[in-house]
């Protein structure tokens, strides 16, 4: 079964950091690029982050430019957020997804409280 | 707010049709290919249409898109209760200003 699995989220206080990890199964990882993008409570998607399949590329949005960096790495089938300098405002569910014709595998989803 | 403009809300009784329009520029819709979500309350998102009017596997007929210039449509027909959820467009976007992907702000689908 194809997979996306997110782990680490949790609540921590404004300014500190959280690394966010993605455990990808049933697909061949290493061919595809991966997205990472969030939920805050009651509002819509925003996209976060992109790396290609080779980690020569990497997106972000202005909104965490600076402070969080994506990384994968392929021997273990996993994608990294790292989140420092934390904000109330990145309170949210964080999700991997696959940008395969459009965004078609997504996880389930960690939930990162940012607390002041 | 969001890049892509979509209504907040739709409604429509059980065996209707809904459209719900996705509105962006050049940047974005009008240079890539849309894709529609789907998420039901408390869950992930999940892929419904991809390239403007593709449907993702398993999808039913009763999903269908499409798109025109800088605007897309989805459009769901025989409308059943288990259609509740929230709906979202995608698409790429060249604008250094508006990053590497955009969503729209989501469209409230009540089923009555």
């Known amino acids: 079964e194809v997979q996306l699995v997110e782990s680490g989220g949790g609540l921590v206080q404004s300014g500190g950091s959280l690394r966010l990890s993605c455990a990808a199964s049933?697909?061949?990882?290493?061919?595809?690029?991966m997205n990472w993008v969030r939920q805050a409570p009651g509002k819509g998607l925003e996209w976060v982050s992109y790396?290609?399949?080779?980690?020569?590329?990497?997106y972000y949005a202005d909104s965490v430019k600076g402070r969080f960096t994506i990384s994968r790495d392929n021997a273990k089938n996993s994608l990294y957020l790292q989140m420092n300098s934390l904000r109330d405002e990145d309170s949210a569910v964080y999700y991997c997804?696959?940008?395969?014709?459009?965004?078609?595998?997504w996880g389930q989803g960690t939930t990162v409280t940012v607390s002041s | 707010q969001s890049v892509l403009t979509q209504p907040p809300s739709v409604s429509a009784a059980p065996g209707q049709k809904v459209t719900i329009s996705c509105s962006g520029s050049?940047?974005?819709?009008?240079?890539?290919?849309v894709s529609w979500y789907q998420q039901l309350p408390g869950t992930a998102p999940k892929l419904l249409i991809y390239?403007?009017?593709k449907r993702y596997s398993g999808i039913p007929d009763r999903f269908s898109g499409s798109k025109s210039g800088t605007s897309a449509t989805l459009v769901i027909t025989g409308l059943q209760t288990g259609d509740e959820a929230d709906y979202y467009c995608?698409?790429?976007?060249?604008?250094?200003?508006?990053?590497?992907?955009?969503f729209g702000g989501g469209t409230k689908l009540t089923v009555l």
């Open positions: 997804a696959r940008p395969y014709y459009g965004m078609d595998i």
């Open positions: 049933g697909f061949t990882f290493s061919r595809y690029n």
């Open positions: 790396i290609s399949r080779s980690s020569s590329i990497m």
């Open positions: 050049i940047s974005n819709i009008g240079n890539n290919y």
């Open positions: 390239d403007n009017d």
């Open positions: 995608g698409t790429g976007d060249s604008s250094l200003s508006a990053g590497h992907w955009v």
